[in-house]
């Protein structure tokens, strides 16, 4: 695990990256509870948590405009360099990607009420699981960034395969599913684009890693793997 570079001259520098992270942890933490509990609404078909989940999104929103204007603040006061601004611009960076993972908690609460209209689906069950890895994706590569830790940001990034090799078992059982029963042509569609959000989770916790692991060593992680087969079985592109 990589530290980060001794105390500064100016104490309140110290005190201003600090709370930048701690916010940065916070959006994080709120993030993931909108997709848990996004898909703990589907599963328990309950569309009034779903109604929550959609009415929480604003608050990312303010917080991804407070890290912002943090970021600047500091890059403005204080002229970092080196690591220090890596750390900032890392930061400034990792707001936005969090946000739109709370963005996907959004989407996939407001789906859950179509879904509750019909008969649960066989291939949910795949759901939870996907979830609950991309979660734990978005919460290390989070860690890592507080810790200045390119191993576990390294982790992180490999474990996307494991997302993408759920996608791509779901996908085909969903294709499977429309085939042999039109009716279940439209929930089947509501519940890939619930997995695509989830994959695509999975996708920007990785972004978050490499920006970490670049925050950290000052090198890009190059040997990203990628394993979603949708497009070559269906011609969609990602």
């Given amino acids: ?119 649960p689906i066989g291939p949910m069950v795949i759901i939870p699981e996907m979830s609950r890895v991309a979660i734990s994706m978005v919460r290390d590569a989070l860690d890592a960034f507080v810790a200045r830790d390119a191993e576990l940001a390294r982790e992180v990034m490999l474990r996307d395969q494991k997302v993408d090799d759920l996608y791509n078992s779901l996908f085909r059982s969903l294709l499977t599913y429309m085939m042999e029963n039109p009716h279940h042509i439209t929930p089947s569609a509501h519940l890939l684009f619930i997995a695509k959000n989830l994959e695509r989770m999975g996708d920007h916790a990785t972004n978050i890693a490499e920006t970490v692991y670049f925050a950290a060593t000052g090198e890009h992680y190059t040997n990203r793997p990628k394993t979603d087969q949708t497009a070559t079985m269906s011609g969609l592109g990602k």
């Fill in 1 to 119: 695990m990589n530290s980060s570079s001794s105390g500064h001259t100016v104490k309140s520098f110290d005190s201003e990256i600090e709370a930048l992270r701690t916010l940065i942890g916070q959006m994080g933490g709120h993030a993931e509870a909108q997709i848990a509990d996004a898909v703990d609404a589907l599963i328990r078909r309950d569309i009034d948590a779903a109604s929550q989940v959609v009415s929480r999104d604003t608050e990312l929103d303010k917080m991804e405009a407070e890290a912002e204007q943090m970021a600047v603040t500091i890059i403005a006061l204080r002229a970092p360099m080196a690591d220090d601004l890596r750390d900032i611009v890392s930061a400034l960076k990792i707001s936005a990607v969090i946000e739109r993972i709370g963005d996907y908690g959004k989407n996939i609460a407001k789906r859950v009420p179509v879904l509750t209209q019909t008969a």
